[in-house]
Structure formats: structure tokens, C-alpha cells
């Protein structure tokens, strides 16, 4: 967040991310179209790696998309901090079925604490109708903490990098 004037300016980091998208967000061909600490959104176009054997989109497409968009807020509202963050439990609800189209993303923050975070993400498809919606908690660690043996950083995925 910026101050200009008395009047917090949200930081968009889209370009930023999209240039990044590697590993399991460019397998779902996931994109941002808006990025800030304070809001999220992501379009993911379905395609047939997407459905499950009735046609219909995969359950696990809403909760990644629900892991990643609110994983995505709270990573820059705690990069901002010179912290990181991980989620905890990812609760998804499938609400309509979608075969085709466009599903779009937007994820909030419900609560931010100092330890932990909430955020909440709605799946729309075409018509704006509501096809799933889902809450994360999230865990923030400070800058030296350690998961799975090492420090969080953003690394390409193998063979997305230059290796030349």
C-alpha cells in the first residue's frame, strides 16, 4: 500500500506474477488480472485437463484456485512485512456445476492477524453466476523461519528458467 495524500493506493503486482507463473498454476493455465494485498483476482479458461469424467470442473480446480488467489493476497501482504506465509486449511464449497468458459477468481482478506490470516475467494463462471466458494487460514512466518527445512523464496519451477 501507498499513502499519497492521505489516501491508500492499492499496489498492483499482475504483470509481476504473470511473468512468474510457473509449476502448478501454468499446468491450470491460471492467469491474474488484478494483484494487491488487499485483493485478488485470477481467470482460469476451462479446458479438458480441467474436467473430471462427467464433464463437469474438477472439485480440486475450485480449491486450487482458492489455495492460490488467497495464498496470493497473503503472500504480498506479508512480503510487504518482510515476512512469508503458508496456508493451513483450505475449505472449498462447490456450489454450481460448470463445464465451459471462463472461471473468475477474486479473493479478500477476512481477517489479518498478526500470526495468522483469512481470506475468502468466490469462483464465478461466464455469467457472473456463483459456482464455488471457499475461506483459507493462513499461517505468517517471520522472515528467518524455516518450512520443510528451508527458507520460503519464489523459485521458478525446473525448465522454466533461462538455461542458457
Given at each position: ?54 464433464g463437469?470442473v ?35 464449497s ?28 468466490r ?42
Amino acid at each position: 500500500m501507498t499513502d499519497h495524500d492521505g489516501v491508500l493506493e492499492c499496489v498492483d503486482f499482475t504483470d509481476e506474477l504473470n511473468g512468474l507463473i510457473s509449476g502448478f498454476n501454468r499446468a491450470m493455465d491460471l492467469r491474474f488480472t488484478c494483484a494487491s494485498s488487499e485483493r485478488v483476482e485470477a481467470e482460469l479458461p476451462i479446458g479438458e485437463q480441467h474436467r473430471q469424467a462427467y464433464g463437469l470442473v474438477h472439485g480440486g480446480v475450485y480449491a486450487a484456485l482458492v489455495e492460490t488467489v488467497c495464498s496470493t493476497g497473503a503472500a504480498l501482504y506479508a512480503l510487504e512485512r518482510g515476512q512469508s506465509s503458508v496456508g493451513l486449511d483450505n475449505n472449498t464449497s462447490f456450489l454450481r456445476a460448470v463445464r465451459e468458459g471462463t472461471l473468475t477468481a477474486v479473493a479478500t482478506p477476512l481477517t489479518r492477524g498478526r500470526r495468522t490470516h483469512v481470506w475468502e475467494c468466490r469462483i464465478t463462471d461466464d455469467h457472473g453466476r456463483l459456482a464455488a466458494a471457499g475461506r483459507l487460514r493462513l499461517l505468517i512466518l517471520a522472515a528467518d523461519e524455516q518450512t520443510a527445512g528451508a527458507s520460503l523464496q519464489i523459485r521458478p519451477a525446473p525448465g522454466d528458467g533461462d538455461d542458457a
